[in-house]
């Protein structure tokens, strides 16, 4: 694969003799673009047609209007539009684990919950059958990571999903349709509008598209995942640039660790970089929940000074329990 083309995984060579082909792309996928595109996951299109239909109701029918009114009042700001803090966006969001709101979310009709609840639950076994392929490549064991992200009092990893439109802006050159950021958590599952694009990664300095295709799914590295391999997978900052034309569909499902899981880098990775004296510096160790907490406060900022005060904050921790004399 060219090192310009974005990286396309068809799930079906992986149980061929092309497999090691598909397990290339995939490392190269996570350790240099934090990003690739799965086709043939398994999830059935006639699922995903039913996905887009109720999504694309639920916004004609409830929240067209009321975007088109904070449209109208922010665009008669002018000049004192804060595109800074500004996202083009609708949307809503709905929890799978540890436990479900579905069926407290307002306006969604019973087709719509229905729906949900049934790609959520494809959406579970996808995420976990990508962590043990990230355990192959890593050389973990089979079972490592979900078991890091399941470590909390509940023994389950927090999963939701962001339901968003991002209808035609007049004027994009002034506002985002979602400013850049890395995400927080685990693994991002993406099932994007495949008519109208947007979507857009930072490589090699320079903003790269992220293609729309039917009926795949796009998957990005999180900052947990970037610890756990301590920096051998990448997050990258994203964004999502406003279209004058056309209404994007995105339905981002994020499967996370559980909010009191501890994350820190695997320790056999850590010790065969020591051993091949690649790294001296490891990642921090601390609380998913934590992480979250500074996360809310800096998203759309670099994620490194969120990494130096997890580290900060560690050691504090560390030093606070070694007994005095």
């Not at 060219?2 to 079906?12: A, D, L």
């Not at 307002?106 to 609840?117: G, I, N, V």
């Not at 909010?259 to 004296?277: C, G, N, Q, R, T």
């Not at 900022?301 to 005095?324: C, G, H, N, Y």
Request: include cysteine.
């Amino acid at each position: 694969m060219e090192s310009r083309s974005f990286p396309v995984i068809n799930m079906e060579l992986l149980e061929g003799s092309r497999r090691s082909d598909a397990m290339a792309v995939l490392r190269d996928a996570c350790e240099n673009w934090g990003f690739f595109e799965l086709l043939n996951h398994g999830i059935s299109h006639d699922l995903m047609n039913r996905v887009e239909t109720v999504n694309k109701e639920h916004y004609r029918r409830f929240r067209e209007q009321r975007f088109k009114e904070f449209a109208a009042k922010t665009l008669d700001s002018g000049e004192n539009v804060d595109s800074d803090n500004l996202d083009w966006e609708s949307t809503f969001f709905l929890r799978h684990l540890p436990t479900s709101n579905i069926s407290q979310v307002p306006d969604l009709d019973d087709d719509c919950r229905s729906t949900m609840k049934e790609f959520a639950v494809e959406l579970e076994k996808l995420a976990e059958r990508l962590l043990d392929l990230l355990c192959e490549d890593l050389g973990l064991e089979k079972g490592y990571l979900k078991r890091v992200f399941c470590g909390g009092s509940d023994g389950l990893p927090t999963f939701g999903t962001k339901v968003s439109n991002y209808p035609p802006c007049p004027k994009p050159e002034l506002i985002k349709g979602l400013r850049a950021h890395t995400d927080a958590g685990g693994i991002i599952l993406l099932f994007q509008d495949d008519t109208v694009s947007g979507l857009q990664l930072l490589k090699d300095g320079e903003w790269v598209d992220v293609p729309p295709m039917r009926h795949s799914i796009v998957v990005n590295i999180g900052d947990q995942l970037e610890v756990m391999t301590n920096g051998k997978y990448k997050s990258v900052m994203h964004r999502v640039v406003a279209q004058t034309n056309g209404n994007r569909m995105s339905i981002a499902s994020f499967y996370n660790p559980g909010s009191d899981a501890v994350i820190f880098p695997a320790p056999e990775l850590v010790e065969k970089e020591a051993e091949e004296e690649k790294k001296k510096e490891t990642y921090p160790k601390f609380v998913f929940e934590d992480y979250m907490k500074l996360y809310v406060r800096q998203k759309f900022e670099a994620k490194e000074p969120r990494f130096e005060a997890m580290k900060t904050m560690d050691a504090v921790i560390s030093s606070q329990l070694i007994p005095t004399a």
